[in-house]
């Protein structure tokens, strides 16, 4: 059982550069979400969506696209890459159906530097 | 607005002696509490979770929480640390939708 799948684990992009970071799970999730850590400041939600079609904006969502085109895919990204965006990124998924463990699964996360 | 205050940033401690991490939060509803590990280099695991039910929860590896309505905290509490015990924990409060914020996280390092 893959849970969440990130890809790729690391990136060095110059400024300007786009990229997408891939996240993919396999536990049909309806929940998925996009979060960046950075030092001192735990992890910031960025976009969620709460099935396909739908995505919503979290507390730092500037300079960041997202689509869910699937249940199980929900790419993030950046299309002018700035310094500001050097972080480690993480995608996670949980279940919405009433009853079931909502416990939120992590990917391995994606270290990105901007140059 | 939601959000969680992790009182210690950092917090070194010898193997066996006890641990307890502050966490408050603040959010306006019925709360679902977590608490997340981050092994170095690794990505985040839960140590456990409240939900509803008894206010003492038990996770894994010794851990456990305490559940506080009237003081809107979720403090981690361990016995005894040990030396894998390193690492960086996270509360976090999810409300609706099962977005989740989270603290700044603790830094813990054990020494033998």
């Known amino acids: 059982n893959a849970g969440v799948t990130q890809t790729p684990k690391f990136q060095v992009l110059k400024t300007g550069q786009s990229m997408t970071l891939q996240c993919a799970q396999d536990?049909?999730?309806?929940?998925m979400s996009w979060y960046r850590q950075d030092p001192g400041m735990g992890l910031r939600l960025i976009h969620y969506?709460?099935?396909?079609?739908?995505?919503d904006q979290g507390e730092v969502p500037n300079g960041y696209n997202v689509s869910r085109s699937t249940t199980e895919d929900f790419p993030l990204r950046l299309l002018s890459a700035a310094p500001s965006q050097t972080s480690v990124y993480f995608c996670?998924?949980?279940?919405?159906?009433?009853?079931?463990?909502?416990?939120?699964?992590f990917g391995q996360g994606t270290r990105l530097t901007v140059v | 607005a939601q959000s969680v205050s992790q009182h210690n940033h950092h917090v070194i401690l010898s193997e066996a002696a006890s641990l307890e991490l502050g966490c408050n939060y603040s959010?306006?509803?019925?709360?679902?509490l977590f608490w997340y590990v981050q092994y170095p280099g690794q990505h985040l695991q839960l140590l456990l979770k409240y939900f509803s039910g008894d206010p003492l929860v038990k996770g894994i590896k010794g851990f456990e929480a305490e559940f506080i309505k009237s003081k809107f905290s979720f403090n981690l509490r361990k016995p005894s640390v040990q030396w894998s015990d390193t690492a960086e924990y996270f509360c976090?409060?999810?409300?609706?939708?099962?977005?989740?914020?989270f603290g700044a996280g603790t830094r813990l390092a054990v020494h033998p």
């Open positions: 976090a409060v999810s409300g609706g939708y099962n977005k989740l914020i």
């Open positions: 996670a998924s949980s279940s919405l159906k009433l009853g079931q463990n909502t416990e939120a699964f």
């Open positions: 959010y306006g509803g019925t709360v679902n």
């Open positions: 969506s709460v099935g396909a079609g739908i995505t």
């Open positions: 536990m049909n999730h309806e929940y």
